[in-house]
């Protein structure tokens, strides 16, 4: 195991009612911008929740964060929370809304153009509070560090992250994700399934218990998977994949161990050029990933195997061809297409993609050795 420091600051405030509790958890005197998607709050209840627990309190609307935030919409959200002196934002929606909000949040007191911190988050000084109600399970957001932005007017999409963009507060109501479409719902599975899987998947025997709280997640995703799909308004079974997909990505799996992220650095790169879904293009990179770097990962693939797929094969090829194939059917059961070819995805989008990486030196995977040779040959595996 290597050296670590761990530290994460948001509250999380959890289940049926929670969002009640706004109303203790934000100062009266604060000045809260309130940043929202395109709606689905409003359909869902989530909008009047929230009026209700700040009524009395000093509140500005923004509305139209979209999905894969956009730098255009999002520096719009800044020039209005710095002329109305805001200093609280509380986000309410998916990922997107929270990504963007954190954007706002670094990006409100910064002094030149904010696109220069997305590209390098070192850049990144001073912060303004946030919280979260969160109301699909998917990023982790809610209690990470991390934002993904995206430029509408390069189709470039990056991460950044900052210890001052964690959310004050998080709050979490399985019963808001009642109305997500099964669409998102398999999407969330998939992108938490893959962020697991980013942190897991590397090699064998670095940490007993990273291995076995990722393992347990998994386990839990792969249960309550079908059951999600055929009915996502039983409490318990939200409940339970909300919290998987929070304890996904929020550093408590990642303690003293490498990480992978390859997958998700190339299914950006998907999303930027064609607006793809984050989970779906995921979903398509990973079994292309393992069958690519299988020789690299291959202590951890047969003990994913083993443990998750409870492969029993005595022949360690096959074993590894079966997880992998278990892995698309995943997918697959969640409705998800997991070619290019069948997201109508060409040969274009791949050849820029591994055109951006050797332009920009990129080297991706725990080892550094995903060239933009390798990312052609899992990309050429996806078609
Ligand atoms: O905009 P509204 O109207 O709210 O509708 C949203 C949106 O259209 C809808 N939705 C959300 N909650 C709903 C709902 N519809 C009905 N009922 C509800 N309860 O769902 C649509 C998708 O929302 P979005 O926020 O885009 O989805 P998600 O949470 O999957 O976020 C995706 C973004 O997060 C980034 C992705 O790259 C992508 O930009 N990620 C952020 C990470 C992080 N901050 O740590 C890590 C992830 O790997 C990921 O990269
Ligand atoms: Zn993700």
Redesign the pocket.
């Known amino acids: 195991m290597k050296n670590f420091s761990f530290k994460n600051p948001t509250k999380l405030i959890f289940g049926k009612g929670s969002i009640a509790q706004l109303t203790k958890e934000i100062p009266q005197d604060k000045r809260i911008m309130i940043c929202?998607?395109?709606?689905?709050?409003k359909n869902?209840g989530v909008y009047d929740q929230v009026m209700n627990a700040l009524s009395g309190h000093h509140i500005i609307e923004f509305w139209g964060i979209e999905?894969?935030?956009t730098y255009e919409t999002l520096i719009e959200a800044v020039a209005q929370a710095r002329n109305h002196s805001i200093d609280f934002l509380l986000a309410v929606?998916?990922?997107?809304?929270?990504?963007g909000t954190k954007f706002i949040a670094a990006a409100i007191p910064y002094a030149n153009d904010p696109w220069e911190f997305v590209l390098d988050d070192s850049k990144i000084t001073k912060t303004f509070p946030l919280a979260a109600i969160l109301?699909?399970p998917?990023?982790?957001?809610e209690m990470?560090g991390?934002?993904?932005i995206s430029k509408l007017a390069t189709k470039e999409k990056y991460?950044f992250h900052h210890p001052g963009v964690f959310p004050l507060f998080s709050i979490l109501d399985p019963e808001?994700?009642y109305?997500?479409?099964d669409y998102?719902i398999a999407?969330?599975i998939a992108?938490t399934f893959v962020?697991i899987l980013e942190q897991y998947l590397t090699t064998a025997g670095q940490s007993m218990v990273m291995d076995r709280f990722a393992e347990g997640l998994l386990l839990t995703l792969i249960e309550l998977a079908p059951r999600l799909m055929e009915n996502h308004q039983e409490y318990d079974d939200m409940a339970n994949f909300m919290l998987t997909a929070t304890m996904g990505?929020n550093g408590f799996i990642s303690m003293g161990i490498k990480q992978d992220w390859a997958t998700?650095m190339i299914g950006?790169e998907i999303?930027a050029l064609t607006g793809l879904t984050?989970?779906y293009s995921l979903a398509i990179v990973l079994p292309a990933l393992m069958q690519v770097m299988r020789e690299d990962k291959k202590s951890k693939l047969l003990q994913y195997a083993e443990r998750i797929w409870n492969i029993t094969d005595t022949n360690p090829e096959t074993k590894i061809n079966t997880a992998i194939t278990k892995t698309n059917n995943f997918f697959r059961s969640l409705g998800i297409k997991t070619t290019l070819s069948e997201n109508n995805i060409g040969e274009d989008v791949i050849l820029e993609i591994v055109h951006r990486f050797q332009e920009r030196n990129t080297v991706l995977g725990e080892n550094r050795n995903i060239t933009p040779d390798k990312v052609l040959n899992i990309l050429n595996l996806c078609k």
């Open positions: 929202f998607g395109g709606g689905s709050v869902n999905p894969n935030p929606g998916g990922g997107s809304v929270i990504d109301t699909l998917a990023t982790g957001s990470n991390g934002s993904v991460a808001t994700c109305s997500l479409p998102q999407a969330g992108d962020h990505l998700h950006h999303t984050h989970g």
